[in-house]
């Protein structure tokens, strides 16, 4: 009996130790189709036929420093008194579902055909490394060889990663709004004005919408006003409302600038600025409106900020249109004499203070109310 075990014992030792080695080329993209041989290609002439034909059709290919290390790998093995068997398996150049099919397939011919579970894999980059999970509940990988340079491996890895960056780029709508649509629009920008005489001033433009672009995201102006949105509907009329007055402004500023010919002289800029400045204050006045009327249904004591923006919004237009007409009317040496002249700086600065006590006097009225409302 004890004999038996024995027996028993020394054969189960002897077979674990002869277990064969499968040493198997990873080509994930199946480049070796092109030396005419299908895989799965298993043996040692089978595998050095097809290395030495892929050799000769594509001698500066990295999947040939692949072949030609399982092959080193399999004679270091042989020559150590293995029991060992090399092979070459391939996926599928365009898809990398085909690709983790085919490699599991060939995988399981594999060990259906040798007998063994034991394998080798020998590979050279980070895509052929994808085959790991797929064939890992199927056999047991005893080691990995990466057969890549080092700087290599880096680029490749770097090249993966911008094509999945890439493609997130475009398929994602969060992130193709910025990535395609910011320069989508300022190219459409670019081509518009090229064909105006307002080409030179293409850059500044350009810089100019990008700087906006820039201010809203970094000041979050886009969350408010979509917040806003989705509060009233009051918000919503308020804004429709500014955005049609806003583009009839810049509509009739455009007419008029075509009709003397996009000038930049300074009478007719003053033109352009008394068509397209009423409207920013009108489509300004409009948004304060619409959030006056919001507070004063929910009997807010902040009506009054709405009332002094309103107020602030006709004031500066105005004076800004004065501004503008003695600009273009006067030389530059001029302007600031004749502003004395028309009171225009002492009528600003009185304005300026009065509002300056007015918001700080109401600031206080509402500090003092908030107890009062509270309880």
Not at 288 to 304: A, D, E, Q
Request: charged share 20%.
């Amino acid at each position: 009996m004890f004999l038996f075990i024995t027996l028993g014992c020394v054969v189960i030792l002897m077979g674990a130790r002869l277990s064969k080695l499968v040493v198997v080329a990873v080509d994930y993209d199946d480049d070796i189709s092109l030396s005419g041989f299908e895989t799965p290609i298993i043996g040692y002439e089978n595998v050095v036929s097809a290395s030495v034909r892929f050799g000769m059709l594509r001698p500066d290919d990295s999947d040939l420093n692949v072949l030609f290390h399982a092959l080193s790998v399999y004679s270091n093995l042989k020559d150590k008194g293995e029991e060992v068997e090399v092979a070459i398996i391939s996926g599928h150049p365009g898809s990398h579902v085909e690709a983790g099919k085919k490699l599991r397939t060939q995988t399981e011919y594999l060990v259906s055909t040798l007998g063994s579970r034991d394998f080798i894999l020998v590979l050279d980059s980070a895509e052929d490394e994808l085959i790991i999970p797929v064939i890992q509940n199927i056999v047991n990988i005893v080691a990995l060889e990466r057969v890549v340079i080092e700087q290599l491996r880096g680029v490749e890895e770097t090249y993966i990663l911008l094509g999945r960056y890439l493609r997130k780029a475009i398929e994602e709508p969060r992130f193709s709004k910025i990535i395609l649509g910011i320069p989508g629009i300022l190219l459409l920008v670019f081509a518009l004005l090229s064909l105006t005489p307002l080409s030179i001033y293409v850059w500044e433009v350009l810089v100019g919408l990008l700087g906006l672009f820039l201010l809203i995201r970094g000041f979050q102006i886009h969350e408010v006003i979509l917040r806003k949105w989705r509060q009233s509907s009051i918000y919503r009329v308020s804004g429709i409302l500014a955005i049609f007055s806003l583009a009839v402004g810049t509509a009739l500023t455009l007419v008029s600038a075509t009709s003397r010919d996009f000038s930049y002289d300074p009478l007719s800029i003053r033109l352009y600025a008394e068509v397209i400045v009423p409207f920013i204050a009108l489509s300004a006045s409009i948004l304060f409106t619409g959030r006056l009327i919001s507070r004063v249904l929910k009997k807010s004591i902040r009506v009054w900020r709405d009332v002094v923006a309103i107020l602030i919004t006709v004031l500066l237009a105005r004076y800004v249109l004065n501004l503008i007409e003695v600009i273009a009317v006067y030389p530059a040496d001029k302007i600031v004499d004749v502003l004395y002249e028309y009171n225009l700086i002492q009528v600003f600065a009185l304005i300026s203070v009065l509002i300056v006590a007015i918001v700080f006097l109401m600031s206080f009225i509402e500090h003092q109310m908030r107890p009062t409302r509270s309880t």
